[in-house]
């Protein structure tokens, strides 16, 4: 099964018996499953009606409050949110601020960002928005405080764009009986620079698509390649536009100086955003910012350590084959310092799974370029899956190399599912299946407090 990774192993003669000893360890790759989905069309949904849409999501760093946004496409509207507690008739009011953008011969609708703080935890909070006819009601959750005993339950979706394989996936999550609290987000949103003239509208019919999770739990969002949306042929030369119009995140409270990359707490979970196509280099200010960051991160408090990013770091597919590399080079090793549990990317239209490995050896002349099973290292798993118009990642580097564990090409959404500060169960599932089937799932246990266990 190894055999292109042993002959590559055998020219590095000096550190040929270290080498061997981690092969053994890892001379297996592991399962790249056989399911086949029927169909596979990519045809993204017709354009819906013109209602205003809503999103949230987290708008501090510890979760006691909301950015609550929302787009009204003909006129701006009242510019609060009126929000109250569960069964409180106590009204309070929260009043945003609106814009709009132009993006080549597209004007947005009146973009609403509201904050909405000092709320507490673990509460249900009604809001609403408009008023008479234009008037809706939504809901959502606060979190637990941040603290190990409280289980907590994230989505993962990835690559989602805008298909009826995309409803799929927004379906099956949210018939998910893992009952999934917040969504963390792994980049590429709506896809609309697949259209000519980066088709705005399209933001627009993603925006509703999603309205019916995102305006009642917080998406956190990582910004993917489909959000750069850099046009000089159309004079767009400012990246980012309509992502940045239209999403905000709450950088500014975990000491970032770009919406792109930051941090959160979120009940036993401290998640780091990361932003791959904004410099992140030694001497960028996203190295800097997340030297600090990950040195900061309380693991008594904060169990779980998590990074998001857009393209994986460890892939075997053809897709993307080696994009992360760059990033690898730059942050794995502090990934592995501070006993990163979990880093999720998307990218990849696929599933993948990856062993606990490191390659932070390697150092171009040495040769240890075949990444070893490292117990202090992350799991890496790949949800990009979500169903966009571009498709399946089909193609598979063959044979499966020994880092990668699972790896199917259909669309899906995965679960962490945090039980308490030394386990939580990760499961995929997969649309074509009934919504209780997981396609994979796996026992993770946490790297600072059970980092012996070897398990998984
Ligand atoms: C929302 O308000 C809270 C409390 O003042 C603050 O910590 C947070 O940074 C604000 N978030 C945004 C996105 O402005
Ligand atoms: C709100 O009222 C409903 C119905 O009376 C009750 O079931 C629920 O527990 C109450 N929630 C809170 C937070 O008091
Ligand atoms: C934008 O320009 C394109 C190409 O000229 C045209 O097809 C499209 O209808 C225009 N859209 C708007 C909103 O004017
Ligand atoms: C929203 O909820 C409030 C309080 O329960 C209620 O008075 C109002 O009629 C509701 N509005 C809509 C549009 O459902
Ligand atoms: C999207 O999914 C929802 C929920 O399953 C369904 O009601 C709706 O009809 C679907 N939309 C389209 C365009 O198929
Ligand atoms: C880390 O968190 C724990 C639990 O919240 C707290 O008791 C401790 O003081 C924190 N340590 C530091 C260095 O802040
Ligand atoms: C590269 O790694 C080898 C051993 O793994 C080490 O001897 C050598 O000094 C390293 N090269 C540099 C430039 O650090
Ligand atoms: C943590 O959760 C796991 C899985 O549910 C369980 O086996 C273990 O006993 C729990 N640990 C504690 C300290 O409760
Ligand atoms: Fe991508
Ligand atoms: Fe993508």
Redo the contacts with the bound molecule.
């Keep these: 099964m190894a055999s292109s990774s042993s002959s590559s192993l055998i020219a590095a003669s000096a550190v040929v018996l270290t080498i061997i000893l981690n092969a053994s360890v890892l001379c297996h790759g592991g399962r790249t499953s056989t399911y086949m989905r029927t169909s596979n069309n990519n045809v993204d949904m017709p354009v819906d009606d013109p209602t205003y849409y809503v999103h949230i999501t987290q708008g501090d760093h510890v979760g006691t409050a909301v950015i609550v946004s929302w787009i009204t496409p003909k006129a701006p509207g009242p510019d609060g949110v009126i929000y109250w ?3 409180s008739t106590e009204k309070k009011l929260a009043v945003g601020k609106i814009a709009t953008y132009t993006y080549y011969n597209y004007t947005s609708g009146f973009i609403h960002h509201a904050n909405v703080s000092n709320l507490e935890f673990n ?2 909070y009604y809001y609403q928005l408009g008023l008479g006819k234009y008037a809706r009601n939504f809901s959502f959750s606060t979190p637990p405080p941040p603290g190990p005993d409280a289980p907590y339950t994230f989505g993962l979706i990835g690559d989602l764009g805008q298909t009826f394989d995309s409803n799929s996936t927004i379906d099956h999550y949210q018939n998910d009986p893992q009952n999934p609290q917040a969504l963390l987000y792994l980049g590429d949103l709506s896809y609309a620079n697949d259209y000519p003239y980066h088709d705005n509208v399209r933001w627009d019919t993603y925006g509703r698509l999603i309205e019916r999770s995102v305006a009642y739990q917080p998406w956190i969002w990582t910004v993917g390649n489909h959000e750069v949306d850099w046009a000089p042929e159309l004079d767009e030369n400012v990246p980012f536009k309509p992502f940045r119009n239209r999403y905000h995140t709450p950088y500014a409270a975990a000491g970032s100086t770009s919406p792109f990359w930051y941090s959160i707490k979120r009940g036993p979970a401290y998640i780091i955003v990361m932003a791959a196509y904004s410099a992140f280099g030694y001497s960028s200010p996203q190295y800097s910012w997340f030297g600090q960051e990950i040195n900061k991160v309380n693991r008594s408090e904060t169990p779980w350590l998590i990074v998001l990013m857009h393209p994986p770091m460890y892939n075997s597919y053809k897709s993307h084959y080696m994009e992360g590399e760059t990033m690898r080079v730059v942050y794995e090793s502090l990934f592995v310092k501070y006993k990163v549990d979990l880093v999720f990317a998307g990218h990849v239209h696929a599933y993948e799974r990856s062993v606990r490995v490191s390659n932070i050896a390697y150092n171009i002349t040495n040769g240890l370029c075949t990444p070893v099973k490292n117990l202090n290292a992350p799991v890496y798993l790949t949800v990009g899956d979500g169903g966009n118009l571009e498709g399946l990642s089909t193609s598979m580097t063959q044979p499966q190399p020994a880092y990668s564990a699972f790896r199917e090409a259909s669309f899906g959404h995965g679960i962490l599912d945090i039980k308490n500060k030394t386990h939580a169960y990760f499961a995929w599932h997969r649309n074509d299946d009934g919504y209780a089937v997981m396609a994979d799932s796996v026992w993770l246990t946490n790297r600072y407090w059970d980092p012996t266990d070897d398990s998984n």
């Design positions: 507690k569960e069964n509460t249900k």
